[in-house]
């Protein structure tokens, strides 16, 4: 009883510090206003790490840990420290110890969450907390939209589209809320499959909505992505079908929603190279590849110089690449990319191979790290990395499967909250408590019919 009592104080423990991290990740203006925007970087580092630390202190990681992934960190915590000494002693550059730094803790952060064990966090109830962090920043965004927000938050854009704003919501930076957005919308459909509720489908349905009233095209290919893998990864031919009439009824209803309005040919824009901000964009691929070559190739030698990171903890003036795979190269050459992405890689793989839809998003978002440098992103790598934790806390079985199950024990169509916490159900779907009861009245009745009857 004390060993039983001991693991439910763990797992909510383990819960309300994951709640914790995930409000913080998409707190970081919402902080800036209130203090400072290095407080809110401290305040979201801090809370994540408290998360992990507790997670590996309460045995939430698997003893025996797979050679490669532990061989894919090492390699990479080698190639950073090579690649940022030389970056700081040929090219005097003594920030990259700052950018090697939270490349590497995101790292760790990848490590740990892809190397979790199914058992110990199955019961982290860590829906409600996703849909509380990402819920309440969806209507602080639609607020902002609407010009009716009365506090200020930093990193709204109210330029690029003529005056229609891109917001932030709590993130801090109108780049960062739709990532998480899209992130929240690949969870909350993979919830709807598993458990066959509405209220999961409608929530996905506002959340890739709210992606694309962003105007965001990156988080619109996490979606677009998303979509596209599954088709190719989910094992049954029906669920293919189903996506595809899915896919053309969306696009039905996204044509007469917006197909005269700016979302859709911004969202279209991607595609050209002539796009809003493309050209500018293939230019920097065009330079970061060719800094790279110029390098030591396996190495990199300028770890910290294309990235945002520095520029905002050390005050340094920094450029950017626009794609998180070109400043892995350029930062850590070669080796080191081919590490940050295997550990990445690992966290999809950590996904049980029925949550199809977890796992194609998991690798979408991986996809869309090429034309972004959302790696640095500190919310979109927190919300990566929850995946496999969402994924052990979902039912393991197919929803046909669980609606059988229900059929078969007479549940089927009982309230939710007569199903609630694990009741013990009966076959004509009463309790079990109540189910004796009438069986044990009926009995009764017979036997005072029987004596009635022997009475005569």
């Given amino acids: 009883m004390a060993a039983r009592s001991s693991k439910r104080s763990r797992q909510t423990l383990l819960t309300n510090l994951v709640g914790l991290a995930l409000c913080t990740a998409v707190s970081r203006g919402l902080i800036g206003w209130a203090a400072s925007k290095e407080l809110g970087y401290a305040a979201q580092a801090a809370c994540w790490t408290l998360f992990l630390v507790a997670l590996v202190s309460f045995g939430g990681i698997r003893k025996r840990l797979g050679l490669g992934q532990v061989f894919w960190l090492y390699v990479f915590v080698v190639a950073a420290v090579v690649s940022s000494g030389i970056t700081d002693v040929f090219e005097g550059v003594s920030s990259t110890w700052t950018y090697s730094g939270v490349m590497v803790f995101l790292a760790a952060s990848m490590f740990v969450c892809g190397s979790i064990e199914r058992e110990m966090v199955a019961h982290i109830r860590i829906w409600r907390w996703v849909l509380l962090a990402v819920g309440v920043s969806f209507v602080v965004a639609l607020a902002q939209q609407a010009n009716a927000m009365p506090i200020p938050l930093p990193g709204n854009d109210t ?10 919501a709590l993130t801090g930076s109108y780049l960062h809320y739709p990532l ?18 509405r209220t999961y489908l409608l929530v996905a349905i506002a959340f890739a909505l709210g992606v694309v009233l962003t105007f965001s095209r990156s988080g619109g290919m996490i979606l677009v992505f998303t979509a596209i893998i599954y ?13 595809i009439f899915g896919g053309v009824a969306l696009g039905v209803v996204g044509l007469l929603m917006f197909g005269r309005g700016p979302y859709l040919a911004r969202m279209l ?23 790279w070559l110029d390098g030591p190739v396996i190495f990199g030698n300028a770890a910290g110089v294309f990235t945002n990171i520095t520029k905002n903890l050390d005050n340094v003036n920094t450029s950017v690449v ?13 080796i080191g990319t081919v590490a940050f992405y295997a550990l990445m890689f690992n966290l999809g793989k950590r996904i049980d191979k029925r949550h199809v839809v977890l796992k194609a998003g998991c690798y979408a978002a991986m996809l869309q790290t090429v034309v972004y440098q959302s790696i640095e992103v500190f919310p979109f790598m927190v919300f990566l990395c929850i995946l496999p934790l969402v994924s052990s806390g979902l039912p393991t079985r197919g929803p046909d499967q669980v609606r059988d199950e229900r059929v078969a024990s007479g549940t089927i169509g009982m309230p939710r909250w007569q199903r609630a916490k694990g009741r013990d159900v009966g076959p004509s779907g009463r309790s079990r408590f109540e189910h004796v009861l ?14 009635s009857r022997g009475g005569r």
């Fill in 159 to 168: 330029s690029s589209m003529k005056g229609t704003v891109r917001p932030a």
């Fill in 180 to 197: 998480v957005l899209a992130l929240a919308a690949v969870i909350a459909t993979q919830y709807f499959f598993a458990r066959r509720r």
């Fill in 231 to 243: 088709f190719f990864i989910v094992p049954e031919t029906r669920h293919r079908m189903r996506l």
């Fill in 269 to 291: 824009s991607a595609l050209s190279s002539s796009g809003s901000g493309n050209t500018v964009r293939i230019d920097r691929w065009s330079s970061g590849v060719h800094t």
């Fill in 322 to 334: 626009e794609s998180g795979l070109i400043q892995q190269l350029v930062s850590f050459g070669l």
């Fill in 438 to 451: 009438t069986i044990s009245g009926v009995a009764a009745a017979g036997v005072r019919e029987d004596e």
